[in-house]
């Protein structure tokens, strides 16, 4: 059965049985559950509820196999797969280049609780030199915003070696568009937030992986630490995901003609987009992905001129989020917390055709001063 297919009929329920194809939320806080509590296969809803149990079957078919656990946003399941992987006195790689939320939350609560934590940067596979003694490897590709690339199975590699455990943040590609768990990786954590639901929204996050132990302890650290999904936004998710492929596919063309329209243009000093074949991970890209995504950063050199040319836009909006239907754009740099110049514009391209897409970005860039 082609992937496509599976995507669109995962979690839902089968052919022979009755009722909708998808079930409605279960807002539920209890459960009638006399006696024994272990006899009951509900009994509290911080535990677990019907509407998370299809969802997450959902996303382990959509990550290749495996477990996946729903939590309620992509900073929830990073901060469980770190306490449940971590210690004191454990080290972490980190990509220098991670999503900033990542970082901080290492230099604070990691730092603060005796974790040793390791910075490296994505492009070149540089994590391969730093892990000695580290717990935990973990990978962001491509990454954000400047959507650089790393090999995952040669670090898998590297790091089985030396008994390191590996975790591969797949918010920008997506499992549609990468499979870690295939490639080797005990863990996938995401933002769903994004481009995996991609309506901009819901709020959510999950992590995945091949391990049923490790599996048990992100279930307990969510009851335990309350971070559990709502069932309404859980609900909103699964109904969204059959459209996964449709979007994500005309999106990701979008986003390869953009790119290259911006590499053509003068007024454009860089444009960082893994489908370019000039870019320096096109090949590790090509050999890991299917598609090339749906972000295109680029430099416009300045911050006056990034911000002429995102106030001359009229299709697309000003917005601090990726993925969803609607193309939106923003310099990352009014943030703080990365290191990109002040011109960096990060475009998320959405399902808009892509000519009026391409139209709106090319009279803008000729309303640049």
Known sequence: MHRDTEIVHAGYRRKTDTGPFLAGPQFSSTYASPGDPSAHALTYGRFHNPTWTVWEEALGILEGGGHA??????????????????????????PADSYYAIRRVASTWLESIGVRVRLASTRDNAQASVLEGARLLCLETPSNPMLDVCDIRELVAAARDRGVLVAVDNTTATAYLQ???????????????????????LILGHVATADPAFADALRAWRTHHGAIPGPMEVWLAHRSLPTLPLRLSRQCASAARLAGLLAARPEVAAVHYPGLSTHPGYAVAARQMSAFGSIVSFDLGSRSRAEAFLGALTLVREATSFGGVHSMAERRARWGGDAVSEGLVRFSVGCEAADDILHDVEAALAAMP
Do not use: W
Request: hydrophobic share 50%; net charge negative.
């Open 69 to 94: 656990v729903a939590f309620a946003s992509g900073m929830a399941a990073v901060n469980a797969l770190f306490g449940v992987t971590l210690k004191p006195g454990d080290t972490v790689v980190l």
């Open 179 to 201: 499979q870690p768990l295939t490639l080797g990786a005990t863990f996938v954590v995401a933002s769903d937030t994004k481009a995996l639901t991609g309506h901009s929204d």
